[in-house]
């Protein structure tokens, strides 16, 4: 859907900001605030607003000079890629623009006088103002539409055309959603900018419509007799409906899409991590290592790469319109990191490269970016293999779910003290379980089994970082 403006089409003063597609293959984003107003200067390269698209949060700068004429959409819409968002006017010292003739515009275009905007919704007709000069073509030509067979009763025809140019307005996929639920567009008032019916306008319309057709409640009442109970604002009190849109919409998507479309395979190990706990506290007080945060989570990443390098097989990706399998000669190592706006999976790019101090570096960059919410859709592109720490929260372990296109992912589970066979005695030791899942069609039992068999090896005893690399 395109939403064009008279104002950019009028004069070459006037230029359009489209909604950019931030990402790879994004089609939507939801505007979370804006930075500037109308009326206010802006620079090329200056950011006007900042945008959640399906991957993260992202600013967005003016590609032109000038001053805003107009800003499109309100805080918290979703807005189509290629959208016009913003209006500029690149030559303001010129005086205002001088409105349009509304007798010279053909009825196709609907465009307002002046500074007003009328958008026009491709596909949808034009709004009002086309309404009230179409019925008089009829009556000038002598002709009736063609669905009223009898010419000398020319009346019929406005009310069916005005039919066609009321039309409702709103996206495919809330008219798919409508008819689904059994929704008349018609009937419902949109809240969308310009008049544009809304998912949540037609959720709204069936939650009330559901409400009206189940007055059931009503024969529950002579029990308590309390008329607080059949108030319909209480029933609605008793459960919050949250969109889902931006990063948890696209998390559940992909998770969906990857549970089932490969085969998942999850194994265990419990391992003593004593040794890595131990030297986890030397390298805390290495002045060579000031700065950098060093902690468990920095040698099971470590561990896990030394792993894939001694079986590099598991680092590869199932290209399923090709049949055929991709081995990576990289490793773009994902952290997944809880954050405000969801789960978020940025991946520290040729991770296997990088020394000790780099890594820790770039996974602390990582992390802090992400729960800031400035994580870029570039950070989160063509990972290989992730960690999730599920310990931080003090969770033992779990079944992961693939990132989609990656080969395996490794849980983390929490590092506790408890009783543990050392050397032939019972002693308190530090404990962690791991988990790695992994995709079947990739990796086998065998294979994923020894990489998991490594990664606890190294973390039993962290030496064998030097004696294995």
Same mark, same amino acid.
């Given at each position: 859907?395109?939403?064009?403006?008279?104002?950019?089409?009028?004069?070459?003063?006037?230029?359009?900001?489209?909604?950019?597609?931030? !990402?790879?293959?994004?089609?939507?984003?939801?505007?979370?605030?804006? %930075?500037?107003?109308?009326?206010?200067?802006?620079?090329?390269?200056? @950011?006007?607003?900042?945008?959640?698209?399906?991957?993260?949060? #992202?600013?967005?700068?003016?590609?032109?000079?000038?001053?805003?004429?107009?800003?499109?959409?309100?805080?918290?819409?979703?807005?189509?890629?290629?959208?016009? @968002?913003?209006?500029?006017?690149?030559?303001?010292?010129?005086?205002?623009?001088?409105?349009?003739?509304?007798?010279?515009?053909?009825?196709?275009?609907?465009?307002?006088?002046?500074?007003?905007?009328?958008?026009?919704?491709?596909?949808?007709?034009?709004?009002?103002?086309?309404?009230?000069?179409?019925?008089?073509?009829?009556?000038?030509?002598?002709?009736?539409?063609?669905?009223?067979?009898?010419?000398?009763?020319?009346?019929?025809?406005?009310?069916?055309?005005?039919?066609?140019?009321? =039309?409702?307005?709103?996206?495919?996929?809330?008219?798919?959603?409508?008819?689904?639920?059994?929704?008349?567009?018609?009937? @419902?008032?949109?809240?969308?900018?310009?008049?544009?019916?809304?998912?949540?306008? #037609? %959720?709204?319309?069936?939650?009330?419509?559901?409400?009206?057709?189940?007055?059931?409640?009503?024969?529950?009442?002579?029990?308590?007799?309390?008329?607080?109970?059949?108030?319909?604002?209480?029933?609605?009190?008793?459960?919050?409906?949250?969109?889902?849109?931006?990063?948890?919409?696209?998390?559940?998507?992909?998770?969906? !899409?990857?549970?089932?479309?490969?085969?998942?395979?999850?194994?265990? /190990?419990?391992?003593?991590?004593?040794?890595?706990?131990?030297?986890? =506290?030397?390298?805390?007080?290495?002045?060579?290592?000031?700065?950098?945060?060093?902690?468990?989570?920095?040698?099971?990443?470590?561990?896990?790469?030394?792993?894939?390098?001694?079986?590099?097989?598991?680092?590869?990706?199932?290209?399923?319109?090709?049949?055929?399998?991709?081995?990576?000669?990289?490793?773009?190592?994902?952290?997944?990191?809880?954050?405000?706006?969801?789960?978020?999976?940025?991946?520290?790019?040729?991770?296997?490269?990088?020394?000790?101090?780099?890594?820790?570096?770039?996974?602390?960059?990582? /992390?802090?970016?992400?729960?800031?919410? +400035?994580?870029?859709?570039?950070?989160?592109?063509? !990972?290989? #293999?992730?960690?999730?720490?599920?310990?931080?929260?003090?969770?033992?372990? !779990?079944?992961?779910?693939?990132?989609?296109?990656?080969?395996?992912?490794?849980?983390?589970?929490?590092?506790?003290?408890?009783?543990?066979?050392?050397?032939?005695?019972?002693?308190?030791?530090?404990?962690?379980?791991?988990?790695?899942?992994?995709?079947?069609?990739?990796?086998?039992?065998?294979?994923?089994? =020894?990489?998991?068999?490594?990664?606890?090896?190294?973390?039993? +005893?962290?030496?064998?970082?030097?004696?294995?690399?």
């Amino acid at each position: 859907m395109t939403v064009t403006s008279t104002a950019a089409e009028a004069s070459p003063r006037i230029r359009e900001f489209r909604m950019p597609d931030v !990402g790879e293959g994004l089609t939507e984003a939801e505007i979370l605030s804006w %930075h500037v107003q109308p009326g206010d200067t802006v620079a090329d390269g200056q @950011i006007v607003c900042e945008v959640e698209t399906a991957k993260a949060a #992202v600013e967005l700068p003016i590609p032109f000079d000038g001053q805003v004429a107009e800003v499109r959409f309100e805080e918290g819409a979703t807005v189509d890629v290629g959208t016009p @968002i913003i209006t500029v006017d690149t030559d303001p010292s010129a005086g205002p623009e001088p409105a349009p003739e509304p007798a010279a515009e053909p009825a196709s275009e609907p465009e307002g006088e002046g500074g007003e905007r009328q958008p026009v919704l491709v596909g949808y007709g034009v709004s009002q103002s086309a309404t009230t000069r179409r019925p008089r073509k009829p009556q000038a030509n002598g002709q009736a539409p063609a669905a009223e067979p009898q010419p000398p009763e020319p009346q019929p025809a406005p009310p069916q055309q005005q039919t066609a140019a009321e =039309r409702p307005l709103a996206k495919p996929p809330v008219r798919k959603l409508a008819k689904d639920l059994g929704v008349d567009l018609a009937a @419902i008032a949109p809240t969308g900018p310009d008049g544009v019916v809304t998912r949540e306008d #037609v %959720h709204a319309a069936a939650e009330n419509r559901r409400t009206a057709a189940e007055p059931q409640p009503v024969p529950e009442q002579p029990r308590t007799a309390a008329p607080e109970e059949a108030l319909p604002p209480q029933a609605s009190e008793r459960e919050t409906r949250v969109p889902v849109r931006g990063v948890r919409k696209a998390t559940a998507q992909a998770m969906v !899409g990857s549970a089932f479309s490969a085969p998942h395979v999850t194994e265990f /190990v419990t391992v003593d991590v004593t040794r890595t706990v131990k030297l986890v =506290r030397e390298l805390k007080e290495d002045p060579d290592l000031a700065g950098v945060r060093v902690n468990p989570l920095l040698f099971v990443a470590k561990a896990f790469l030394l792993a894939i390098r001694r079986h590099p097989e598991v680092n590869a990706s199932w290209d399923e319109e090709r049949q055929e399998i991709v081995r990576k000669h990289y490793v773009n190592l994902g952290i997944a990191a809880a954050t405000p706006r969801g789960l978020l999976v940025p991946n520290v790019k040729d991770a296997h490269a990088k020394t000790l101090p780099e890594l820790g570096g770039a996974i602390a960059e990582l /992390v802090t970016t992400a729960r800031e919410g +400035r994580t870029t859709p570039e950070a989160m592109q063509n !990972g290989t #293999v992730t960690i999730t720490n599920v310990g931080v929260f003090g969770v033992d372990t !779990g079944t992961p779910i693939l990132n989609p296109g990656e080969s395996a992912i490794l849980a983390f589970g929490q590092i506790k003290e408890q009783p543990w066979v050392h050397k032939g005695k019972v002693k308190p030791r530090h404990v962690t379980t791991l988990a790695l899942s992994f995709d079947h069609r990739l990796v086998d039992g065998e294979l994923g089994s =020894r990489v998991l068999a490594d990664t606890a090896a190294v973390l039993e +005893r962290p030496k064998r970082l030097m004696t294995w690399s």
